[in-house]
């Protein structure tokens, strides 16, 4: 039972990044505190859970690591496979 509640979770967390990576397509990649909001999920828990959708097809995402050094080294943009990317990360923009 605790199995299937997780794995029903995790299709509700799919559905829901799905979404939002699709509404930001052509805008600045959600930040991670909006993706929170949307989600409930732990700040620690964001990124992970992201990468592991990418693995397994049901987003895209790709990274580039800033050239100067700041709080937020890496800029990355997402997109459903096959859809419009959404902008860049504009966090590192001094």
């Given at each position: 039972?605790?199995?299937?509640?997780g794995?029903?979770?995790?299709?509700?967390l799919?559905?829901?990044?799905?979404?939002?990576?699709e509404?930001?397509a052509?805008?600045?990649?959600?930040?991670?505190?909006?993706?929170?909001?949307?989600?409930g999920?732990?700040?620690?828990?964001?990124?992970?859970?992201?990468?592991?959708?990418?693995?397994?097809?049901l987003?895209?995402i790709?990274?580039?690591?800033?050239?100067?050094s700041?709080?937020?080294?890496k800029?990355?943009?997402?997109?459903?496979?096959?859809?419009?990317?959404?902008?860049?990360?504009?966090?590192?923009?001094?």
């Open positions: 039972m605790i199995e299937w509640l794995a029903q979770q995790d299709d509700a799919d559905g829901v990044l799905v979404r939002m990576v509404n930001h052509g805008l600045p990649c959600p930040a991670i505190k909006e993706i929170q909001l949307w989600t999920m732990s700040r620690r828990r964001v990124w992970r859970y992201l990468y592991d959708m990418a693995a397994r097809g987003i895209e790709e990274t580039i690591e800033a050239r100067t700041g709080r937020d080294p800029r990355r943009r997402m997109r459903v496979p096959g859809g419009e990317w959404t902008a860049w990360t504009n966090r590192s923009h001094g």
